[in-house]
């Protein structure tokens, strides 16, 4: 009864904060006044982005700072200068930005994102926080061959929805409205042709297209000192693919991995236990025992 009482209390907290946040209200102003006006606006303590109130994920950008804080702690936590940090699934790029200016100059960071648009904010990002010359930016879907694939294009701001998959989001009432082709590679390749000897850490956040990118990395993935991983696990996705997220987990595994939870706080809290699906997103991290 008291743990319920006090995640009641919790969420009456966070929803009058979310009421009377003077960024909040600033928020629905904006959106209301200027729907279609680009912002510059804060990430985090020493970073700024471009976005519209329409993006999905801006308005957590706006009020909070950033969008998926605990994911974002670990990112920043475990990353050090001079590290190699991938970024799959990139969008504006707010992981690559807070890679880039956690591995300095010594490090690099190698983005990926297919959306012709999203690409342009994320190609404006790098360059209007002065990383241009330690991120690589792709226009470009990792996958499990080089080719080329149709990704959904959502309505503008809805981008971070779009798939390879057949599969369609339908929250908060966006909807498809096209394909856009994009070509693919294995990141396999693309380690061997960038003359990449390592990666730290890999963050992958792809609609469902998660296991054919790990396909496409078993090589790298397969070493004893291999990449951590942060990723999304989610059968709302991966349906579109007709499989379930659990497969992820088990191709993992059976590259070595172990799967661990991570705290709001971006700390590792333990491991993992295997669910019988994802029907509940999850973001999680795969380690190997010598990372």
Not at 21 to 40: F, G, H, L, Q, S
Request: net charge neutral; aromatic share 12%; hydrophobic share 40%.
């Amino acid at each position: 009864m008291p743990s319920i009482f006090y995640r009641g209390f919790r969420y009456v907290i966070r929803r009058t904060w979310n009421l009377l946040n003077p960024r909040a209200i600033a928020w629905r102003y904006i959106k209301k006044r200027y729907p279609n006006k680009p912002i510059i606006t804060k990430l985090g303590r020493d970073l700024k982005v471009r976005m519209y109130t329409h993006d999905v994920i801006g308005k957590d950008i706006y009020v909070n700072g950033m969008f998926e804080k605990a994911e974002c702690r670990f990112v920043t936590k475990f990353l050090k200068p001079g590290m190699v940090f991938f970024d799959v699934g990139a969008n504006l790029g707010q992981y690559t930005l807070l890679a880039a200016h956690r591995v300095g100059p010594a490090g690099q960071v190698h983005s990926f994102e297919p959306s012709t648009r999203m690409f342009t904010e994320l190609k404006y990002n790098v360059e209007l926080n002065g990383f241009s010359s330690i991120c690589t930016l792709n226009n470009i879907a990792l996958s499990n061959k080089e080719g080329a694939a149709r990704l959904s294009v959502y309505e503008p701001g809805a981008e971070v929805y779009g798939s390879l998959g057949c599969h369609r989001r339908e929250e908060g009432g966006f909807i498809v409205t096209g394909h856009e082709e994009v070509k693919t590679i294995r990141l396999d390749d693309y380690f061997e042709e960038a003359g990449i000897d390592h990666a730290d850490l890999i963050k992958m956040d792809i609609e469902g297209a998660e296991l054919l990118a790990l396909q496409g990395s078993e090589h790298t993935l397969s070493k004893p000192i291999a990449p951590a991983i942060v990723l999304e696990m989610a059968d709302i996705n991966t349906v579109g693919f007709g499989y379930q997220a659990t497969k992820i987990w088990d191709y993992l595994e059976m590259l070595g991995y172990h799967m661990y939870c991570f705290d709001r706080h971006g700390q590792i809290s333990g491991l993992a236990q295997r669910p019988v699906d994802f029907s509940k997103e999850r973001n999680l991290v795969a380690l190997k025992a010598d990372n």
